[in-house]
């Protein structure tokens, strides 16, 4: 069973930064695209971007562009987010795919199969 774990959230002003982790226990992530989504209140969960399995490729939605960053190893996928505003706040959730659901074309959380449970991250003054 593979099993996710986010850290990292909290509460933040808006144009600072924070880093999210998304560790893994018992398995490796290096045969797996890791994404990021988000979820606000009220809202559909969206994705943020995600990295492929050579830990180079990344793509990621019109809205992280610029500002965040995603990285990994073998045992955990990291969000960068810098000059964060307020409606960046949501739950962050990481989750995994095949290489062949992270691409330019739309990166859809249906296609992602394992997920953790979430960490909220909040940005406000």
């Known amino acids: 069973q593979i099993q996710l774990v986010e850290s990292g959230g909290g509460l933040v002003q808006p144009g600072g930064s924070l880093r999210l982790s998304c560790a893994t226990s018992g398995f490796t992530l290096d045969w797996y695209a890791v994404g990021w989504f988000r979820q606000a209140p009220g809202k559909e969960r969206e994705a943020v971007g995600c990295?492929?399995?050579?830990?180079?490729s990344t793509y990621y939605a019109d809205s992280a562009k610029g500002r965040f960053t995603i990285s990994r190893n073998s045992h955990t996928a990291y969000l960068e987010m810098n000059s964060l505003k307020p409606e960046d706040t949501a739950v962050y959730y990481c989750?995994?795919?095949?290489?062949?659901?992270?691409?330019?074309?739309?990166?859809?959380?249906?296609?992602?199969?394992?997920w953790g449970q979430g960490t909220q991250v909040t940005v406000s003054s």
């Open positions: 990295i492929k399995s050579d830990y180079d």
């Open positions: 989750a995994t795919a095949e290489d062949k659901f992270c691409y330019s074309g739309g990166i859809y959380f249906n296609e992602y199969d394992y």
